[in-house]
């Protein structure tokens, strides 16, 4: 079984916090009752000020980026850190950067260069965008090259600032989403007690329009279709992580994409995963792309314990889905 060891993963979140009252008071049709219902989240954190979000409901896309609060590289850089300190190690330490998310701040250079930057890290630096999915494709593709092609240490970043591509007038979009980061210290060659295992990816590219965000555009989604895709997807792959790791339901920890507790709550009772089994953070943190879900991980890091195993699977635009699996020896 190939091995991909995880050394250290940390997160960080804005302070600016978008409650349920607050999208209320921007009387676009919604309520904290209507929210909790569809989604179940409560409040989300965003790098925008919420002035700006009260006043213009981000109808300008250009201007969102003019007054965020932080770049995806400060945020990266942040969660990287304490991913760093978790480790042990320094930026030096850091043979190769590769990053990947959502909303790019900047179509070119890579957003794994910016963050390096910020880092004070010189290495190779390059992208692997699937959305949200980016966190388990980036460890997929990592676990496919030969150990002898890599650095002892890699530092995978996912910086999601998804606020800025929000249409705060649209109710639909408007109550899902906040901003996150995470960054993991991985290693093919260098041996830790916590790896990923079973690391696996694949993409429905027919339905690539189902979840986007144009170029100069909002997010926008069929949220029926996605939902449903979620529901089915999700399900399958703990299942297939169940049978392949040889372990009760009843003792596996869950991570899921984290974008819908209902949603979430639904594949739980499906796959028989006790719910003090189910970490999640959406209904405080809301749907942060591709960073929810290692997000939850870094905010249990310190909860794991030897002969733990935790199952992670995300979806999203692409239409893509992945799967792994966490061990603690």
Not at 36 to 60: A, C, F, Q, W
Not at 100 to 109: H, M
Not at 266 to 290: K, L, M, P, S
Request: hydrophobic share 40%; with cysteine; net charge negative.
């Amino acid at each position: 079984m190939k091995k991909l060891y995880l050394h250290g993963i940390g997160h960080f979140h804005p302070e600016n916090e978008i409650t349920n009252r607050f999208l209320e008071d921007l009387d676009i049709g919604t309520t904290d009752d209507w929210i909790m219902e569809r989604v179940g989240i409560r409040s989300r954190h965003t790098v925008l000020p919420l002035d700006y979000i009260r006043k213009t409901k981000n109808r300008d896309i250009r201007g969102a980026y003019e007054a965020a609060l932080f770049t995806n590289a400060q945020t990266g850089a942040a969660a990287a850190r304490l991913g760093l300190e978790r480790a042990g190690l320094k930026p030096e330490d850091i043979g190769m950067v590769i990053a990947g998310c959502s909303a790019p701040d900047n179509l070119i250079s890579a957003e794994a260069a910016s963050t390096a930057a910020e880092l004070g890290i010189e290495c190779l630096c390059f992208d692997v965008n699937s959305a949200c999915t980016t966190f388990s494709v980036q460890m997929d593709f990592i676990n496919r090259m030969m150990p002898e092609t890599l650095p002892p240490f890699i530092l995978v970043v996912n910086p999601e600032i998804v606020t800025c591509s929000v249409d705060y007038s649209d109710r639909r979009n408007a109550v899902l989403f906040g901003d996150g980061s995470t960054a993991a210290v991985v290693s093919a060659s260098v041996a830790a007690n916590r790896y990923f295992s079973g690391c696996y990816s694949q993409s429905k590219p027919s339905d690539w329009q189902k979840v986007n965000i144009p170029r100069t555009g909002f997010f926008n989604q069929d949220g029926n279709a996605v939902q449903g895709f979620a529901i089915r997807k999700t399900t399958d792959s703990l299942r297939k992580i169940i049978e392949s790791c040889d372990v009760s339901s009843n003792v596996l920890k869950f991570i899921g994409h984290q974008a819908n507790y209902s949603v979430l709550r639904t594949v739980c009772e499906r796959a028989g995963i006790d719910e003090r089994n189910h970490w999640h953070n959406v209904v405080d943190f809301g749907n942060t792309g591709t960073a929810g879900t290692p997000s939850v991980l870094s905010q249990h890091w310190d909860e794991l314990r030897p002969g733990d195993r935790v199952a992670i699977s995300q979806v999203g635009s692409g239409l893509t889905w992945s799967h792994m699996l966490l061990t603690i020896e």
